[in-house]
């Protein structure tokens, strides 16, 4: 048994090694962001490398963060356009997921091969007829501009069909039985138990298009739109030139609402996977 | 509950077919199981009576109403499924009250919160409540209404599954292997509530199943289907004892029936069995006698055919002897003898086989059930016979 448990333990050492030395590379510049955050630009300007400021400037750069450029609002828009853009995903994704795994009808696969084949075009690629598109409609520089062309997640469709593909048929059948209609049994039964799916999907949707910049880049002209990133970018350029401690507390300010749903949704996702009634 | 006809009703997936011209009556009342190997159509027809699958021809009598046009929801029938099919996110009041808030309450009265106060849906939910509370203490679940799914044993959710079929109050109980996921104890145990439940209810139930004893115990008639084809309905005693085919015959009864080839003497129309007379004379059409293995008697003097005890089982109430034929060493004769027997201790001596001449089955070429008697009311037993 010793040299088992010897072998295991200097392997678990070994592993934690590894994954310790990956988690310094992401994590440091996050903890530099934060820690230039209370920095004073003098303390920023000496180029040493400390953690630690030598003088506490916090306040003053959150309080110039806060009230150089309108933050919160750009915040707001964030919120507003990822929860929106979240929100009518699930009402593409789900219907079409369900109908893509647990209906039979004729092209059915035909169809989900043309979905899958749409995972292959980037959206850089049709920025440009979008665009151009938008601009015949006259909806650029708007809330609808920076939420339509996403509604459709074909990553969703993919992502949300593989789930409901494991879903066991008799329980659709016993929500036909019991009286159901279709759609009811998407919102109803497959939505709750796809819980760790949409979840998933969620962190995904939420961090890309939360982090978006160049399609609000291109689409917005006014700042009242502006989502954080762009906000971010303005602040960097404001008159005032680079002030990396106003700025690195912007980006602190504007990705804790991530941090804190992902941990969030991380709770939930657990929850989700002990989820099981089924078997 | 009702009355359910299945008429001429065919279905077809692709190429292949799985119903042929099915037809069956099921009596307001009546236990009936749908038994019948894997891929028999079995699973198919139920699905075709729930609704949950339409059939390409024939039609779906429940009552006095045609219901090929109705969903399934509409059909009033109830169905347990095999895995249990509950919702994994609702707690066993809810899976039990779903059906009835799906019938009683319309969409609005059905919204989370709000829905609660809408004029009529406190009078509703009520009944809900109490018939789901009902149907609880007749299952004994009452101790279980605020669980999850997951957090309950497989005889549990069995409970669960048939509460949820029991509130609706339906025409007809269809259930669908629902003992295949449990273990060998809880399936009979659960066997023999299910057959309680019907008996109280007086409902409607048709059982599908592939598991032979399940349909002997508990139904009032079954009907054995193969390669989508109703080939015998009846009441366990005939099926087990007037197979009309050797398919039948040999699907119902465990162990297994025995079938040994046989040639017809023409004078008399005798079955000679590996080159003796058995005793029994056939349509001149057989080619095989069936014979149950308690009509069969071993003994290690004498016997119609000779052979070598193979292998014996001891249940403790009786013991099962397998004897392998000196004549024909390609059958091996499976022979039901007494508590106590001690055959166990007797692998690989010397076994002689006879059977009672009137239990036993012939068949024809193509496994269809011919006439046959025992031969000759003054030389009783075969060995007489085969002596003369």
């Known amino acids: 048994m010793r040299p088992v448990s010897a072998n295991s333990s200097s392997g678990d050492l070994f592993k934690h090694a590894v994954l310790a030395v990956g988690s310094i590379f992401i994590l440091l510049p996050f903890a530099v962001m934060i820690a230039t955050s209370f920095k004073s630009p003098a303390d920023i300007a000496s180029g040493a490398l400390r953690l630690f400021p030598t003088e506490y400037h916090g306040f003053a750069n959150y309080a110039e963060a806060l009230s150089a450029t309108p933050l919160l609002r750009y915040m707001a828009n964030g919120v507003i356009v990822t929860a929106s853009i ?74 949300m069909r593989q789930f409901f593909k494991t879903v066991p048929d008799d329980l659709i059948d016993a929500a036909r039985m019991d009286g159901i209609s279709e759609f009811g049994i998407v919102w109803r039964v497959m939505l709750p138990t796809a819980l760790p799916a949409v979840t998933a999907f969620g962190i995904f949707s939420i961090i890309a298009h939360w982090n978006d910049y160049f399609w609000p880049l291109i689409v917005l002209s006014s700042e009242d739109y502006y989502t954080p990133p762009l906000g971010v970018a303005t602040f960097r350029t404001a008159e005032v030139g680079y002030v990396f401690g106003p700025l690195m507390a912007a980006a602190t300010i504007i990705i804790a609402p991530l941090v804190l749903t992902f941990l969030l949704a991380q709770r939930r996702f657990i929850e989700g996977i002990t989820f099981t009634g089924m078997k | 509950m009702a009355e359910v006809q299945i008429r001429n009703v065919s279905k077809r997936f692709g190429t292949t077919t799985v119903l042929e011209n099915a037809s069956l009556t099921i009596s307001k009342g009546e236990f009936v199981s749908l038994i019948g190997p894997s891929g028999c159509g079995k699973s198919t027809l139920l699905r075709i009576i729930s609704g949950l699958e339409v059939q390409d021809t024939g039609q ?179 099926v087990y004892d007037q197979p009309v085919d050797i398919r039948v015959a040999e699907f119902i009864g465990s162990p297994k029936i025995n079938v040994v080839p046989v040639d017809i003497e023409a004078a008399r129309g005798m079955a000679v069995l590996a080159g003796a007379a058995s005793g029994v004379v056939t349509d001149p059409s057989a080619v095989s006698l069936g014979i149950r293995p308690e009509a069969i008697t071993v003994s290690s003097s004498s016997g119609l055919a000779a052979g070598i005890v193979e292998h014996a089982e001891n249940l403790g109430s009786e013991e099962y002897v397998q004897v392998r034929l000196d004549a024909l060493p390609e059958i091996v004769i499976t022979a039901r003898a007494g508590h106590g027997t001690g055959w166990t201790r007797r692998i690989g001596s010397a076994a002689h086989v006879s059977f009672d001449g009137n239990r036993a089955l012939a068949f024809d070429s193509a496994g269809r059930r011919v006439a046959c008697r025992a031969y000759a009311p003054r030389h009783v037993g075969g060995k007489a016979v085969a002596n003369g």
């Open chain 1, 86 to 159: 979240f929100a009518l995903q699930l009402l593409v994704a789900l219907p079409c997921a369900y109908a893509l795994a647990k209906l039979k009808w004729r092209g059915r696969d035909t169809v989900f091969g043309l979905i899958l084949f749409c995972l292959l075009i980037p959206p850089h690629a049709v920025a440009i007829p979008v665009y151009v598109l938008f601009y015949w409609l006259g909806i650029l520089d708007s809330y609808t501009s920076l939420i339509l062309p996403w509604t459709i997640s074909v990553f969703g469709i993919f992502l």
């Open chain 2, 60 to 238: 779906i009598v429940i009552g006095d109403r045609t219901v090929d046009d109705l969903r399934p929801s509409a059909r009033n029938l109830a169905m347990v499924f095999q895995s249990y099919a509950l919702y994994p996110h609702l707690n066993v009041a809810s899976n039990i009250a779903m059906p009835l808030r799906m019938q009683r309450l319309n969409g609005f009265q059905r919204l989370p919160v709000i829905g609660r106060f809408l004029p009529g849906s406190a009078t509703a939910n009520d009944g809900i409540a109490r018939q789901v509370r009902d149907a609880a203490e007749m299952l004994d679940i009452s101790h279980l209404l605020e669980r999850k799914p997951g957090q309950l044993s497989g005889g549990q959710r069995q409970r669960v599954a048939v509460g949820r079929a029991l509130v609706r109050d339906p025409a007809a109980f269809l259930l669908d292997e629902p003992l295949s996921n449990l273990d060998a104890k809880l399936r009979v145990h659960m066997r023999t509530e299910i057959a309680q439940l019907h008996r109280r209810l007086k409902a409607t139930f048709i059982y599908v199943t592939h598991d032979q004893v399940e349909a002997m115990t508990m139904s009032d008639r079954i009907a054995v289907m193969m390669d989508g084809d109703i080939i015998q309905v009846g009441t366990p005693d005939e």
